[in-house]
């Protein structure tokens, strides 16, 4: 067994500091007289929040993503209430020991809190902007609502921008600022990190490979109803499940229909011509981590059919396909790709920074779950 | 996307990986109860199973002659798992995977025993159609069983493609197939090599056999392309003009380690040279390929193999090579006993546990460059790494009267380090100035560690190489022209001593012409190797 390196975490926001000597605090952080520390940085990460004690918990979520991605953070929060107009700013590091134990890997963090007029957000641009690492990528993650203003300044240098839409109030809504978005930088669409997506990836995952072997690979068009099982509120509204539905019908060509049949209590139906889905609430509560899918059951039309269905204490994916032809039941259970634990916000958005692939298809499955939004 | 182009690709795919799928295929392990089986194979098994990157389905058939049933195979299994696997074993994901794993006991001579695999491998496909006939056949067992085993799979029809269990016409003509993966050794010497090529494609094609350097599975040993042809600023410096010699060290602090049974009859050239470190040659001398197809990659590498200069007679071998043998010394402070005194090793051996040699490659981008190549154990430090020492900037200007000149050690020349392990990144080495009213030139180091900034762990070589022959891409692994080219430039060498060893041992020449040199272990081998790099004016980077 590979020893995991020691991890020394400092939640604190950092060590107050002069908004104009921000550059010279931070190469003081590297002045540690009796230990060896190495600078890493592959990557900015900019977070911004206008949510209540978001620094402090913006902090702690960049102490942990740190530990896979080195990187300078820079945390913008931007304080609701607050009588006065002012920046304060804070500088940190983010450490945690070589596989050697010889010297510590730290990732800088630059923390801003925004009062008052320092809010507009036209001048977030002039704020980070200035204090970026040259040469690397800019990864942007909006937290909450995304902005109405217009702020192409800002995006025009963004590399990935990061969102959750499962913190959206108004998906129809937020579906178009971030269509306008896209249309000012079109490049953007291949580069969009929705969380809210990147939960979905171990059901994909499982669903592609259940379809890779040239035995079922024709099932493919022999689909006939998709269950999704979950426990939203709202699944109609559900931006989780839709882009799983989106993401079949981007993917396998289907074309919307009317939806056919009843539906039955507490369910919701989408017809289209190849398939018909269903969502059916399972009664538990609302899932952890914002994961509201806990099943998806396909049954082709000649009887074969094929589960998934995640399993949380402890966490994997319990995959199930019978296969109508040979009378063959295969199981198997997977692991999760983006661990669930207590760290899982920070190992998804590490899994984005690390791993996300450069591809219309998020923004694809997003178009098609909006036309199914009511 | 139309359903009728489903069948050729899946869709669902699609932005989850780029690189080819692995196939579902019963895998068969000849040697299923020895080391390598329980320390590397089944552990990177669970942990592709565990990262969800086995295909499902996957079955593995552990062939050996000791008597045990499926369930105490797989007891074994899962101890040896949970002391080298990566990552921790997960009692449900182990039971999904291990349940698909079973036992089959023959002697690898016993015709009757393939006839029962077969059998056997025919029922797994009825089973579980998912299979679709796929067989991939992987030789952990000693060398000297590799022809009795390839002799019977032929008998037995098992180096075809099983019958896929599907009713679907176009299920049924995607082709099933049968693989081998060879482990190294490959052969002991040129003409075992070829014999041995001969039996594996008589009985399998080329494009069905995979042959294993578990080094060409490193991501750092991947990266050596990437390095070179992923960026702009090194290759148009990638030559006789600019680079003044390269050195690819594999050093071990380890001994023999109960290794001797093998070991006597092999030696650090055949067990580390003629593999591993020939082929880091070949992917730091290569051309660029055409594509990133296996051939087209593979085809380059030939190309360094047969460019090298090869040592005509014994004369050029004592000239380009020494070898050792590490006597006794002390390793992180404790004594250990010289190669000599090992368990199992003849007192009077002359088998070396050290090689450096110099190489030439003459072609147009390397003529005048000599590669040192330097492999052994109970070295100093274990490090395996090439580094790329580049020609002095003209002595004009900073170059003139240096503070360096005083200190020859401290080096004014720049050097990247491509580190294989441990510790993989890359470093590059450039001079700067050194603070101060003076002008006083230094060098300093630029470093990427591998492992630091990309902070999820690698998969071990093996998950990526068994991943690459269940999807069918052989790119890393050697092709046979390869291996026989990389034999026929080592052969001169062994034969260079072993020729030499026997006048010894029959009393012609009581004086070995090609000595062995000792070395105390803890140290950087012989010093005829440090003189080796002195006659041309150089020394070895100091790992």
Redesign the interface.
Known sequence: ??QQPETHEFFTRGIPVELNSIDQELKKLWQISDQIA?R?T?MNLVIYSAAEHSLRANTELVARIA????MRAIIVSAKPQANATGIRTWVNAHCQM???GKKQ?CSEQIAFQLEGEARDLNRLPSLVFSHLDSDLPLNWWWQGELPSASLEQLFAWIDRFIFDSAEWNDPRKQIGILDSICAFKPVLKNSLSDLNWARL??F???????????????L??QIETVELLHNSERPESDLHLLLLIGWLAD???WKRVEASGSAGSGEVCYGFEEARVILKRNGDPEGENGNTLKAVAMKMRDGSRFSVMR?TQ?A??F?K?H?E??A?I??????P?VTMNENFTANLV?EEL?YS?H?P??YRALEHAAALLR | ???SS??SS???????S?RP?P??CALVIFGATGDLTHRKLIPALYNL????HL???LVVVGFARRDKSDDQFRKELEEST??F??Q?V?D??W??FSKNIYYHRSEFHNAEGYASLAKRLDQLDK????L?GRRLFYLAAGPEQFEPIIENLKSAGLNKGGQ?????A??QK?TSWSRIVVEKPFGTDLESARHLNKIVNSTFSEKDTYRIDHFLGKETAQNIMVLRFANAIFEPLWNNRYIDHIEITAAETLGVEGRAGYYETSGALRDMVQNHLIQLLTLTCMEPPTDLSADSVRDEKVRVLRSLRPMRNAEEVERNVVRGQYASGAINGKPVVGYREEQNVNPHSMTETFVAMRVFIDNWRWVGVPVYIRVGKRLAKSGAEISVHLKDAPKVLFNQATSTENDPARGSSNVLVIRIQ??EGVSLRIQSKVPGAALRIGPVKMDF?Y???????SPEAYERLLLDAMSGDPTLFARRDEVEQAWEFVDVIEKAWHDDSEDASTDKNPQTRIPLYDYPAGSWGPIAADELLAADGRSWRRL
């Not at chain 1, 530990?67 to 080195?70: H, N, Y």
């Not at chain 1, 295969?330 to 692991?335: H, L, M, P, T, Y």
């Not at chain 2, 899946?10 to 989850?16: F, K, S, T, V, Y």
């Not at chain 2, 896929?164 to 679907?168: F, G, L, Y």
């Open positions: 067994m590979i190495t890493a592959r530990r896979q991605c080195a070589s596989k050697d890997r990836l171990d994909r995952l499982a669903l592609a490979h259940f379809f890779e072997p040239e035995c079922t690979r024709p493919l068009e993917r396998l060509g399993h402890p994997y994916l995959t396909g296969l032809n040979c063959k295969i199981e198997s259970r997977i692991a790709v590490s690390l692939a591809d298809i998020y | 996307m139309s359903p489903f069948l899946n869709p669902l795919h699609a932005g989850l780029n799928q196939q579902a199973a565990a990262d969800g295909p499902s389905g949970k002391k696997s990566r921790p997960e449900a994901i039971q999904s089973d579980d159609p998912s679709g896929p269990s599907t009713t679907n176009q299920s995607e441990p510790d560690q492992g630091e900034s990309f902070g999820k762990p």
